[in-house]
């Protein structure tokens, strides 16, 4: 995702609201790259901060001055545009980790009602997976409208110049910000099962890039949806039912994660929504 630097016009460069505004973005281009569900639920919590900023800018004369201007309608229609994807993906979002979670928790009721029945277990966990499989396919399509409208965006030209351009600027960084931040949350829970990724390298990429193996080894670690789906999978192949104790663990630290992260959507949601009706009751006014 690139970023732009904004014009030293904007006449309210020192009103707080707007000094904040530039304070969240600027932690959350820091940490644009997060790959694990705590910097991505930090990301989400950001997220909210910096609309909720955004709902108090749009409280103030100048903005709703700017965005009413009919030279800036085209980029205020194109602004809704993209809440509107916004919302529809953090829909898809929310619905598939609302899904998740319970799925989960139902597999992990099944799995301590009938220790001992090792093929009604492999049936339920097979039903799981095919839930799952299902789940990760809308997930993948609403990542690929994400990427799409943040190519859109990116080579959309926008002048900027002159107060009212500074205003439809920020809104432009905050969507842009959010867009990649979303990618986050959806490549995340895409993620394939968990696999050793030390083998897909040839020994002299193994001494060349020991770092970044490393590093992204600690990420997946660290992808507690992934590491469940992984157990599951390993359960299945191998029929022992003596692995019901890992898998149970597995399932826990996924519910948790799922829970942090619904929270973080489902508040978003919320902020997008407001700021979307904010924004059309300037316009009808």
């Known amino acids: 995702m690139a970023y732009h630097s904004r014009s030293n016009s904007l006449p309210s460069r020192q009103n707080p609201i707007t000094s904040q505004i530039d304070e969240n973005l600027s932690r959350l281009r820091a940490s644009e790259a997060a790959a694990t569900s705590s910097s991505i639920g930090h990301n989400l919590n950001g997220l909210q901060d910096l609309h909720e900023c955004v709902d108090l800018l749009l409280q103030l004369p100048f903005p709703q001055q700017a965005l009413s201007q ?58 799981y997976l095919t839930s799952w499989k299902a789940m990760k396919k809308a997930i993948c399509k609403a990542l690929k409208n994400l990427k799409q409208m943040e190519t859109k965006f990116n080579t959309s030209s926008f002048n900027k110049d002159g107060e009212n351009g500074t205003v439809i600027s920020i809104l432009r960084e905050v969507e842009a910000v959010t867009i990649s931040v979303l990618e986050s949350l959806l490549s995340f829970f895409s993620r394939p099962k968990a696999e050793s990724k030390l083998s897909r390298w040839s020994l002299v990429s193994k001494f060349m890039h020991q770092k970044r193996v490393t590093c992204e080894e600690e990420e997946e670690k660290t992808n507690e949806i992934a590491n469940a789906e992984a157990a599951l999978r390993s359960l299945i192949k191998s029929e022992n039912m003596k692995n019901v104790e890992n898998v149970q663990k597995e ?21 997008l929504i407001k700021a979307r009706v904010t924004v059309l009751n300037i316009l009808n006014c």
């Open 70 to 127: 009919e030279q800036n309608r085209k980029w205020v229609e194109e602004l809704l545009d993209g809440s509107l994807m916004l919302l529809d993906v953090c829909g898809t979002a929310k619905d598939a980790l609302l899904q998740t979670k319970e799925c989960t928790q139902e597999l992990q009721s099944v799995l301590r009602r009938r220790r001992g029945a090792e093929m009604g277990l492999v049936n339920e966990v097979r039903k």
């Open 251 to 271: 399932l826990q630290n996924s519910e948790l994660c799922i829970q942090d992260l619904e929270e973080g959507v489902e508040s978003l949601f919320r902020r």
